[in-house]
């Protein structure tokens, strides 16, 4: 399968952010996260998943508890992976509000690694996305999410690596009417992030970086601090 150029795509994302209406929130968010992957011994299977405590303030007004699992497959000789998976998010109001609402969601994602020159590496991440939303009827998403991760000084990711992490995520959804007389946009939101990171060992990564989320009406900034950890 021949890709887009990679720089190419990247920028575009990058650049898109910029064109839509922002409306800044008094305070930062703060997302804490945990990612985790593994393959069963000697098999093309494996299990992949991962929590996250996302705020509306740096800590304690609950924006969403999300937990997320699902089951990989990596065919011979690609290093594309597939999964199938599950998710359920707990949402909370912005301020003083204890109310919250809830979401399933069953997910299938293609992760296409790619290594640009000695020290770019990218990740495709295309995801499409089957949602029970609480109080709405039954909605589709379609993600496509770029990564891209630099080591600063040494060649690879490995351990000891520091490195720059980027990625741009853009989300579109697939119904527009979506009950009770609502409607959304085509357009859902667009994420951007940059973080420093480093490889506390070879398959254990630390994050903290700050992200930019926008959608048709507001423009929020979240500090981000997350784990990645392969077993």
């Not at 299990?47 to 497959?73: A, F, I, K, S």
């Not at 000789?77 to 909370?92: C, D, E, P, Q, W």
């Not at 919250?100 to 996305?129: C, D, M, N, W």
């Amino acid at each position: 399968m021949k890709l887009l150029h990679p720089i190419t795509i990247f920028l575009f994302l990058f650049l898109s952010t910029s064109t839509f209406a922002q409306v800044n929130e008094e305070k930062t968010g703060g997302w804490y996260m945990y990612f985790w992957n593994t393959t069963f011994s000697e098999s093309n299977w494996g299990l992949q998943g991962d929590v996250q405590y996302r705020n509306w303030n740096l800590m304690g007004d609950l924006e969403q508890l999300l937990l997320r699992g699902g089951l990989t497959y990596r065919p011979n000789n690609t290093a594309v992976k597939f999964t199938l998976g599950y998710g359920h998010i707990t949402s909370g109001a912005y301020g003083d509000s204890n109310d919250t609402s809830s979401e399933s969601r069953i997910y299938q994602e293609a992760l296409l690694p790619q290594k640009v020159g000695s020290r770019f590496f990218l990740t495709h991440r295309f995801r499409y996305e089957q949602r029970w939303v609480e109080d709405q009827d039954i909605r589709t998403r379609i993600r496509y999410n770029i990564f891209l991760n630099i080591p600063l000084n040494q060649p690879d990711l490995g351990k000891n690596s520091v490195y720059l992490a980027l990625y741009n995520e853009l989300f579109i959804n697939g119904e527009r009417e979506i009950g009770n007389n609502n409607r959304v946009e085509f357009f859902d939101r667009n994420r951007f992030y940059s973080a420093l990171g480093y490889s506390i060992s070879d398959n254990m990564r630390v994050q903290a970086g700050y992200m930019e989320q926008t959608t048709n009406t507001l423009s929020k900034g979240q500090i981000q601090v997350s784990l990645h950890h392969t077993f």
